[in-house]
């Protein structure tokens, strides 16, 4: 999925490949929650990936989340990947996901 050399061929072929079923309701139009998202490379990875999906990302950090935020509006993905600034337990989400994910997220949970 992101060929960044982040997360490389790895999330692709052993997360997804692990749960076809959740790949393949991404591809209809799924939804995504990442906790932790830091800069939100993970999340836009997956908006790439499954162009018919809708990411929540989250993470506590102001400046990473405006920054994923540009990204993603200079990638073509603002309204499909939505950023918010929360610890990931105060999260304003309301699911169902399909997917619920934290990647990089590891000081957003660390308090």
Known sequence: ?????????????VCMA?????????????????LGSHVGRSSIDLAREFPHAQVDA???NQ????????EASRAGLAGRVVFHV?????????????????????DD???
């Open 58 to 60: 989250v993470s506590e």
């Open 86 to 106: 929360a610890p990931p337990d105060e999260a304003p989400l309301a699911g169902p996901y399909d997917l619920v994910v934290a990647f990089d997220g590891r």
């Open 1 to 13: 999925m992101s060929r960044n050399g982040q997360h490389g061929e790895h999330l692709e072929d």
């Open 18 to 34: 692990a749960m076809p079923d959740v790949a393949g309701r991404l591809r209809l139009g799924g939804r995504v929650a990442e």
């Open 63 to 70: 400046a990473d989340i405006a920054a994923a935020s540009s």
């Open 109 to 111: 949970f660390a308090h």
